[in-house]
């Protein structure tokens, strides 16, 4: 038995162990009470963290399998630190006369982008199917890889994880690189960027009143920086899912549903007026570049290697 994996006979951590999750949880909240805005959700998440972490070995195993994700969410919430529009200016006219020129439809009324060709042209069944494929964008890919994981493809379920924790670090780049703001944003304020603007429902709107649930007013009302359109990583997300699907031997039924949701995905961020077709370009080379990083450069590194090898060895149960 290796060293990693005697560290599951005990149904307490190491004191290593224990040490290193409470540090890395008292960081999370110090740094986002300090600087972001402490909400009792982070407590809530960080009880929940620690007491899986300590309860059992196998809900160990499955916080610290879950770490790229935890990565994930705090890097997006750790963005407001310091906000892309501080870094570089914002692109309002030059991504929408782009979109234009590359994609325009033209009508009677002139030549028009195809989220306002769309926002002419809606439709009850596409509003609510949009809806359906928009609120899949983060919880497939999450539950993907915990089918994953539960089905014992540990490994694969980790370069799954991995990537897409790269894909959001490369994507959260590009926000920086070049603020851009979505088309909602055009049409609801023009040119002009205003840092602290509001988020917007924009055609997901209709899916609200079409339902009653208020759930994308409730997601988009939170959202602090709207400034972060190109890349569009809702394009990513289930993206990476499907090509991991296809990586490894994976049942028909999860192929088809992430290839159906991923193009849903793509058509409904233009539809719905969240993103040009050049930001859902993006999100689609963001997806294949963080990809072709891990799987073609970085795991040909030794040392990277080594540490995918412990760590499968550590969220995997003993034998």
Not at 212 to 225: K, P, V
Request: some cysteine.
């Amino acid at each position: 038995m290796t060293s990693a994996t005697r560290r599951h006979t005990g149904k307490l951590p190491q004191r290593t162990e224990a040490v290193i999750c409470v540090a890395a949880l008292a960081l999370w909240l110090g740094v986002t009470a300090l600087y972001i805005g402490f909400r009792g959700e982070h407590l809530v998440l960080a009880i929940l963290v620690a007491a899986l972490f300590f309860v059992t070995p196998a809900t160990r195993r499955l916080i610290v399998a879950l770490a790229p994700f935890f990565l994930f969410g705090i890097s997006y919430d750790w963005m407001n630190l310091l906000p892309n529009y501080e870094v570089n200016p914002v692109d309002t006219i030059g991504l929408y006369t782009a979109e234009k020129s590359l994609f325009g439809i033209e009508t009677i009324a002139g030549r028009l982008t195809p989220n306002e060709f769309f926002a002419l042209h809606t439709n009850r069944i596409a509003n609510f199917l949009g809806g359906i494929f928009y609120l899949c964008w983060v919880p497939l890919p999450i539950i993907f890889g915990l089918w994953q994981y539960f089905s014992g493809r540990r490994m694969p379920y980790l370069h799954f994880a991995i990537v897409f924790l790269l894909v959001n670090l490369i994507g959260f780049a590009g926000y920086y690189i070049h603020p851009a703001a979505p088309p909602w944003y055009v049409a609801e304020h023009g040119f002009t960027a205003v840092p602290g603007t509001p988020g917007s429902v924009a055609g997901l709107g209709a899916f609200d009143a079409m339902t009653g649930l208020g759930i994308f007013d409730a997601l988009y009302a939170r959202n602090a920086n709207v400034f972060a359109a190109l890349p569009s990583l809702h394009s990513a997300y289930t993206l990476v899912a499907f090509i991991y699907a296809m990586r490894y031997p994976t049942p028909a039924a999860w192929r088809i549903v992430l290839a159906v949701v991923t193009a849903g995905i793509w058509t409904t961020a233009v539809y719905t007026s969240h993103h040009y077709i050049i930001d859902v370009i993006g999100g689609i080379i963001c997806a294949i570049a963080g990809y072709l990083l891990f799987e073609y450069a970085i795991m040909r590194l030794p040392g990277m290697r080594r540490f995918m090898e412990r760590y499968a060895a550590y969220i995997t149960p003993n034998s």
